[in-house]
């Protein structure tokens, strides 16, 4: 989440799925396959934070669609939202498998791997802003932002059916105090192994650099170009800061057209 959203460039089909979960390496992962397949990337995180309104709206309609178990339209719906990219990486993506390979039969499915404490840590950073009790108010008035909330609901109720109990939850609140632990990251490698062939799934480190990633994809290392390391903390610091201005812009906007409208109401009375 940060960095610029990519625009679908026609024709291009997803060559390479990215299982790795959120905090993984996912962004510098992700700008590593922009270089080797040459073609735009779907970054789950970015996408959803920098891209066009549609974006969110579309992975709520697709996060409810598979919990109420409307596979057909779920696979309509990602097969339309991932047309013209050439690989899809980050959440929702990376627990949408099953789904995914059957859209892609041919992808690579390769998942970026990290410390599960660190992991742990890392998740539990990003978990403390979105529970914060007045975010879903605040960013009201931005048209893609506003469904922030459901989808980060959506997306946790998600996990609670692949590594948890299945429960449902019946509040954000509720939902919002379950926390990413380690054992679910232990439980994210053993579903992939469960759901995807042997043959066709990969754990990289991003930290090992070009090698193992052109060896695993059959793409040879590219010259005089360094591995992308990206500090996704810090981007992700400034697209929330980003979103909590622009919602506060629009909010005193909203306030400072209230009171001009009191105003004259009350000069014509």
Known sequence: MGQTASAPKPGTQIQVIGAGLPRTGTASFS???????????????????????????????????????????VLSLIERRLDGYA?????????????????YPDAMVVCTVRDPVAWEKSMNQIHSFTRLWFLKALLLPLPGMRHFIDFTWLLRQQWSNLYGDGRRFNSVKEV??????????????AWLEENVPADRLVFFDVREGWEPLCKALGKDVPTDIPFPHINDSEQITRTARYHMQQALLRWAGIFAIAGLAITGFMWRR
């Open 87 to 103: 690989a899809i990486t980050d959440t929702p993506g990376c627990q949408l498998l099953p789904e995914l390979l059957e859209l």
């Open 176 to 189: 919002s105090d379950t926390l990413p632990q380690r054992g679910v990251y232990s439980r994210h490698v």
């Open 31 to 73: 700008t590593a396959l922009t270089i080797l397949l040459d073609g735009p990337v779907y970054h789950g995180g970015t996408q959803t934070t920098r891209g066009p309104p549609s974006e969110l709206k579309s992975w709520v309609r697709i996060l409810r669609a598979w919990l109420e178990g409307e596979k057909r339209t």
